[in-house]
């Protein structure tokens, strides 16, 4: 828990500091929504204005009317809950065993999934797009879940693990001593008490997804199965870019991010100050 | 309400072995008090009872029936643990609720989701509802049931714990330390809570402790365990009174025993040093090197000086209804003599009343001849009067444990 800061100049210098912060992090935002209601006229001769237009909102549908954001984004949305669904079903039960039971090589398979970060993407993604084609997964939304999850399941696996770690066996003990079998302690038992971790590393799952790039760029051709992220940056043309439009449709992009993100996020601050409170 | 039988039980991880050798057979409804130091593989023991540690060799049997490689929830038992291990994210409520859920649950309703669902749908039933209610009351929980345990006491977590041992009527509890984490005066009112539970619910107990004065109050046997063997079996009583080496001798009582090393000639104990008399030896024993043990309280002041056995006083605590006086039979250092010396040779008195003796002075000690151990000086086995009425050669009368 912060300290309360009782005096007066302490508090203001608090708040200064923290509405400077606040300033620093949300212009660009700011600037996104104030470019997407600018004319590229105005972007590309007189200058756009500080100040939002907002009459300029029923403008938008027009702007976007010749691509398929709203195709894209939900695009976006199957590659990014995909990958979180399947990463963290795999990374609950990966952490759990790594966390409770013992077994040969068991430090080889932590340090491999440790290693798998070690590896740049774009060092993976000749050998990868080889699998793909061998296995029938480009140009397939599934196949881009398949290759994000690899990458970012170790991450989740190693925050539940260390969540699981904190757990006393006594209360999966004494679950089986009440009659509760394994499958039953880690959905009913483990699973309650790591929300909060479940919810850290479902926010980690989910932005690796969304905003992912390099393997939707290469592995997917049909620009109706593009994720947004592809769809934005193939605004960008050799002569021309719309700039308004990306900004508008980068826009509308972010929306699902920060509405997911309000979702978990009360989870995420229950599990900090979880451990600050004497239980 | 089975009976227990341990048939050389031993149990080893890699190769640290932790319980040695462990035969035992417990009748039906005793109150059985695994008692020993920490480390001494007690807790290990009950692990093995209720199926939560593999037993390395060995056989552990109910009324008969082997159970060494059946699962915790088809042996019919409850752990109370040292820890409580309450569910955290569960009510009271659900915490008691549990195993009497888990009885009901049948292997689909497992799916995630879904089992939710069934928990709440089985929570309701009738039978479950009001067995709930039932045990909460009995244990004074009614007003915290729909609380979460972080809300609750020390005192009301144990509780709580206790009745999610209750609500599935078992035939074995097994309780591992289950006061150590209360203040003095909770564990007294806990102690005589769970003596009553058992008087009430009449099974069979097994209570993990290191505390003597638990197992004094408590059981109605004991089993002294060191390094993984068993040290005695026996009742209170008989602990107590007739320990059967001086490792039992030690650990019961507070003060301990006194072990006064003596030498046994012509019918009588004299001190080490030969100085004086300590006590008429049996007739059964061998002369020869013994150990004499002597409970505090069989010691008193003596009413005439010059009778009995000459003590210098190191040390006297007054306890209000009763003192402890500390002395040795040797006046060593003077400078010493005010302090309290070193621990093997002072020895105990605890008398009636306040004693006003001062530290440093003389002072003449009865020891009656009733109730007096022997040990033997090498092993520390206690000797015990041959039935033949020949001589028992203490350096070979090994004892066996009182049988059960």
């Known amino acids: 828990m912060i300290r309360k800061i009782r005096k007066l100049p302490g508090r203001v210098a608090l708040f200064l500091g923290l509405g400077l912060f606040t300033v620093f992090a949300a212009f660009p935002v700011y600037w996104m929504i104030n470019t997407a209601l600018s004319t590229d006229t105005e972007l590309y001769k007189t200058g756009q204005g500080f100040w939002l237009k907002l009459s300029r909102l029923g403008d938008i549908p027009a702007k976007l009317a010749e691509v398929p954001i709203f195709s894209w984004i939900a695009n976006s949305g199957i590659v990014a809950f995909g990958t979180t669904f399947l990463s963290l079903v795999l990374a609950v039960m990966a952490a759990y065993a790594l966390s409770r039971f013992k077994f040969h090589g068991k430090g080889l398979a932590a340090f491999v999934l440790f290693a798998t970060q070690m590896l740049p993407e774009a060092l993976l993604v000749v050998p990868l797009f080889a699998l793909f084609a061998s296995f029938g997964l480009l140009n397939e939304l599934h196949g881009l879940v398949l290759a994000n999850t690899a990458f970012t399941m170790p991450v989740a696996i190693f925050i539940l693990k260390s969540a699981i770690d904190k757990i006393p066996y006594e209360i999966e003990e004494s679950a089986r001593i009440d009659g509760c079998p394994r499958s039953g302690q880690l959905t009913m038992i483990i699973l309650p008490l790591i929300v909060p971790s479940v919810a850290a590393a479902a926010v980690i799952n989910f932005f690796d997804g969304w905003n992912e790039f390099l393997f939707a760029n290469t592995f997917i051709s049909d620009a109706a199965k593009w994720p947004a992220s592809v769809g934005l940056a193939s605004f960008v043309g050799q002569y021309a870019t719309p700039l308004s439009s990306v900004m508008t449709a980068a826009f509308l992009f972010t929306i699902p991010a920060i509405v997911f993100f309000l979702i978990v996020q009360r989870q995420i601050v229950s599990g900090l100050t979880a451990g600050a409170v004497k239980g | ?404």
């Open chain 2, 1 to 404: 309400m089975p009976r227990i039988q341990f048939d050389k039980i031993r149990k080893s991880f890699g190769s640290n072995t932790v319980i040695r050798e462990f035969s035992a057979d417990i009748p039906d409804n005793e109150f059985l008090v695994l008692l020993g130091p920490s480390g001494c593989g007690k807790s290990t023991m009950l692990r093995m009872i209720a199926g939560l540690t593999d037993i390395s060799d060995g056989e552990l049997r109910f009324d008969g029936e082997l159970v060494n490689d059946r699962e915790p929830r088809d042996r019919n038992v409850a752990f109370v643990f040292q820890s409580y291990a309450l569910y955290p994210h569960m009510t009271v409520r659900e915490n008691i609720a549990f195993p009497l859920i888990m009885d009901r649950f049948k292997g689909w309703y497992h799916i995630p989701i879904l089992n939710s669902i069934m928990r709440r749908v089985i929570a309701k039933r009738p039978e479950v509802r009001d067995r709930v209610t039932e045990v909460a009351e009995m244990l004074e929980l009614g007003s915290y049931i729909d609380r979460r345990p972080k809300t609750l006491s020390g005192g009301q977590r144990q509780r709580v714990a206790v009745a999610r041992a209750l609500v599935r009527d078992p035939s074995i509890y097994l309780l591992d330390e289950p006061l150590s984490n209360l203040d003095a005066k909770l564990r007294t009112q806990m102690r005589a809570e769970i003596t009553a539970l058992y008087q009430r619910v009449n099974k069979s107990f097994v209570y993990v402790t290191h505390d003597q004065v638990e197992a004094m109050t408590m059981a109605t046997r004991i089993i002294v365990l060191s390094d993984g063997e068993v040290r005695q079996i026996g009742t209170p009583e008989e602990i107590y009174h007739r320990p059967a080496d001086t490792f039992v001798a030690r650990f019961i009582g507070a003060p301990a025993m006194n072990l006064i090393p003596v030498r046994l000639r012509d019918g009588r104990a004299i001190s080490d040093s030969g100085a004086q008399e300590i006590a008429q030896a049996p007739a059964h024993l061998s002369p020869g090197p013994a150990m004499l043990g002597v409970r505090p309280e069989k010691i008193s002041l003596a009413e005439h000086p010059g009778s009995g056995v000459l003590g210098y006083i190191s040390a006297v605590e007054h306890l209000g209804g009763e003192s402890v006086i500390g002395f040795t039979l040797e006046p060593s250092d003077p400078n010493r003599l005010v302090q309290t010396g070193s621990t093997e040779t002072v020895h105990y008195a605890r008398v009636p009343g306040t004693a006003q003796l001062t530290v440093g002075t003389k002072q003449w000690f009865s020891i009656g001849d009733a109730n007096l151990s022997w040990f033997d000086a090498d092993t520390g086995l206690a000797a015990t009067p041959d039935r033949s009425g020949q001589e028992v050669e203490l350096r070979s009368a090994r004892t066996e444990a009182p049988a059960p």
